[in-house]
């Protein structure tokens, strides 16, 4: 009688499961001390705009609360402006307005950015030259060119210079998105999906666009700082929010005028643009870091 000798079948590794990659995830984040001041910095800024009416002690277009220009006191922490306003509800009432313009800035950009990349990577043929062209003309101009030529045309305001922000930064977000589906659409995993007869919309939502949220996201978040700089110059010039709104901006613009006398007027609020636009640029790294797959490993 003959013996038969069967082979063992090799252990196969099992798959990381999602909550192990999303630990692994928080451990190489928390790890980075940018990351974490960055952090730090954007949860101290949401509980100021949060509770902003409980934190002011004054209402921030209130004139006559104080002296013209008085310095920094026991009753205005950072001095009054050239109307009397204090000028610490102001800024911390400002906070709001910034939140609000890097967020739904960077929400324009990305929806159109990602929607024009994707389609032009997933389509190709004369879709994609036709779109990838029209991107490079924008690429040819500065952010800053095309959001003066967005708010010259819909008229200055807050509300026009936040769009004309997100307008501006559209074709970093198609360019990122557009060659991140070139990368994807070259991959095994896809190629199988395409032989087995999946779908456009399995194809695009299913494969592609989970497997290219990493570099997004890192764009985005540090799109937010530079959404928040450019609104902030936009008001400075007088195209972006008008007085007496509390917007950073637009106090450093009406505090220009008396810097020598009271620079506690622009210091101030300089000092808030700084900060809250560094600590997007540090979560932004500690972001890039996490979603890379060789440090998650590590």
């Given at each position: 009688m ?5 082979t063992?079948t090799p252990?196969?590794?099992p ?7 999303f ?7 928390f790890?980075s001390?940018g ?8 949860l101290?800024?949401t509980i100021v705009?949060?509770?902003a ?8 277009l209130?004139?006559g ?5 008085q310095p920094p ?6 001095g009054?402006?050239?109307?009397g306003r204090?000028l610490?509800s102001r ?7 910034t ?11 990305m ?12 389509a190709g ?7 990838m062209r ?7 101009f500065?952010?800053t060119?095309?959001a ?8 200055p305001?807050l ?6 922000v997100g307008?501006s ?8 998105t ?20 999946a ?15 990493s570099?997004i996201i ?10 928040v ?20 901006g637009?106090?450093?613009?009406a505090?220009?005028?008396?810097f ?35 440090q998650?490993?590590?």
């Amino acid at each position: 009688m003959t013996q038969q000798i069967t082979t063992p079948t090799p252990p196969v590794a099992p798959l990381p499961s999602k909550n192990r990659e999303f630990r692994r995830f928080l451990q190489v984040l928390f790890r980075s001390p940018g990351a974490k001041i960055g952090g730090v910095i954007l949860l101290v800024t949401t509980i100021v705009a949060i509770f902003a009416p409980a934190i002011a002690p004054f209402d921030p277009l209130e004139m006559g609360v104080g002296s013209t220009l008085q310095p920094p006191s026991a009753e205005h922490w950072f001095g009054t402006d050239d109307f009397g306003r204090d000028l610490f509800s102001r800024i911390v009432y400002g906070s709001r307005l910034t939140l609000r313009i890097g967020l739904v800035a960077v929400f324009i950009s990305m929806t159109a950015g990602v929607l024009l990349g994707m389609v032009a990577g997933y389509a190709g043929g004369w879709v994609e030259a036709v779109l990838m062209r029209g991107v490079d003309v924008l690429f040819s101009f500065t952010e800053t060119l095309i959001a003066l030529a967005a708010v010259a045309v819909l008229g200055p305001s807050l509300t026009n210079a936040t769009i004309a922000v997100g307008i501006s930064s559209i074709p970093f977000y198609a360019r990122v998105t557009y060659g991140a589906v070139l990368v994807e659409k070259n991959k095994e995993y896809f190629k199988a999906a395409q032989a087995v007869g999946a779908k456009h919309f399995r194809l695009i939502f299913r494969h592609i666009l989970p497997n290219i949220l990493s570099p997004i996201i890192v764009v985005a978040t540090v799109g937010v700082s530079v959404a928040v700089l450019s609104a902030s110059a936009l008001s400075f010039l007088g195209l972006g929010a008008q007085p007496p709104s509390p917007e950073w901006g637009a106090i450093l613009a009406a505090g220009r005028d008396y810097f020598r006398r009271a620079p506690w007027v622009t210091t101030f609020p300089g000092l808030a643009i700084a900060i809250t636009v560094l600590g997007f640029n540090l979560l932004g790294d500690g972001l890039r870091e996490a979603l890379d797959p060789q440090q998650r490993r590590s």
